[in-house]
């Protein structure tokens, strides 16, 4: 069964870090890039980050460049997105997804999500 899988999510202070992973199984994730996007209640989807699949160029939003951190393992089939000095406005579902390069114009596959609430 093709899956991914977020975890990593909860509260979390600003000022503070977490790091979100997201497994994959079923298949290789070492062939996609890895994108990962965030929901706001109220808002549209959008994406933070991204991971190729060809020479691990990152991409970032400007919202998060300096703060998130997007690496990938293809020997544990995992990706991470490392976030520090979050902030309130960062709160939202986060998802991965795959695709066959970043910014294509819809991903391949969802993960399920998981929620970051960033709150004193």
């Known amino acids: 069964q093709v899956q991914l899988v977020e975890s990593g999510g909860g509260l979390v202070q600003p000022g503070g870090s977490t790091r979100l992973s997201c497994a994959a199984s079923?298949?290789?994730?070492?062939?996609?890039?890895i994108g990962w996007f965030r929901q706001a209640p109220g808002k549209e989807r959008e994406g933070v980050s991204c991971?190729?699949?060809?020479?691990?160029?990152?991409y970032y939003a400007d919202s998060v460049k300096g703060r998130f951190t997007i690496s990938r393992d293809n020997a544990k089939n995992t990706a991470y997105l490392q976030m520090n000095s979050l902030k309130p406005e960062d709160t939202a579902v986060y998802y991965c997804?795959?695709?066959?390069?970043?910014?294509?114009?819809?991903?391949?596959?969802w993960g399920q999500g998981t929620q970051v609430t960033v709150s004193s």
């Open positions: 997804a795959i695709d066959l390069v970043c910014g294509g114009p819809s991903p391949l596959d």
């Open positions: 079923g298949f290789s994730l070492e062939r996609y890039a």
């Open positions: 991971i190729s699949s060809t020479d691990g160029t990152t």
